[in-house]
């Protein structure tokens, strides 16, 4: 028996709500689809600056409000009818970060060529500069609409 073998095919996307994350989860899933993999959706967030610390409530509520941002934007990418196994997860850290700690295991990284935090003209964001040098397998970089 080969032990090297994972238990579950995963692919992973960092979605962050912009059209070329949406671009590239549709692309995740249609591959899951090919390969027998499933998808994993995760939408990183940061509490914002302030002074002292934030209540636990402000923590929570931002917190539901990025699972639903996640959510909703599965649900503008791939519709109701999901072909493959989608584990959406909204986590607090640094996109760039828990991207490349998601990508150990895992068959594949897509993300966008750049999200909300990208200028115009940008070849490639910042976070998939650094999902592309760091990531501990394949990473693929889906354009979203030239719209």
Not at 119 to 147: I, N
Request: proline share 5%.
């Amino acid at each position: 028996m080969d032990r090297n073998i994972p238990a579950t095919r995963r692919i992973v996307a960092g979605v962050d709500g912009s059209p070329s994350s949406r671009q590239a989860l549709r692309w995740a899933v249609g591959q899951a689809r090919l390969t027998g993999a499933e998808v994993e959706a995760v939408l990183c967030w940061l509490l914002p600056p302030m002074y002292g610390r934030a209540p636990t409530s402000v923590n929570r509520e931002l917190g539901h409000a990025a699972e639903k941002v996640l959510a909703q934007a599965v649900a503008e990418a791939v519709g109701d009818d999901r072909p493959v196994e989608i584990r959406e997860s909204a986590v607090l850290g640094n996109a760039a970060e828990i991207l490349v700690e998601r990508s150990r295991g895992a068959e594949l990284l897509v993300v966008g060529s750049r999200g909300h935090g990208g200028f115009a003209g940008a070849l490639l964001g910042s976070v998939g500069q650094h999902c592309v040098q760091h990531a501990s397998c394949p990473v693929v970089v889906v354009r979203g609409d030239p719209r």
